[in-house]
């Protein structure tokens, strides 16, 4: 059990890291250099601001997952924290535009994204699966 990982492999997760940052990086400088500030391209900005931030966030999250995961966790699992990270990013952002963006909203959006992540966590544990169950 001490040599048995908790995690899925770190090979998928880097592969998959990778093609989202040059993705997400290529898109943002794209928009950046070449792309004048109207409606489309703003849309555009947030979908690849979503795209490099979960490419930053999952290794990162992979790594946490890593240390303290108790039971064994799925890839999906590590890549809905990675993109609940990226939403957070993207929140933070569409309201840094706006001007109001505080410190509070800043936690209470963290917080309720991370309770939103405990719930999602405890329903997938509470899923009934019968073939744990047989006795023989």
Known sequence: MANESLVPRFGKIFITTLLLLVIGAGG???IFFFLEPRLGP??????????LSSGIALPLVYLVQRRIAKAYVPAGVIVREALLFAILIDIIT???????LSNLIIFFLAAGLILIEYFLRLSEKAVFKPDEYIDE
């Open 42 to 51: 703003r849309w555009l900005f947030f979908f690849f601001l979503t795209i």
């Open 28 to 30: 943002l400088g794209y």
């Open 94 to 100: 569409w309201l840094q535009i706006g001007r109001i």
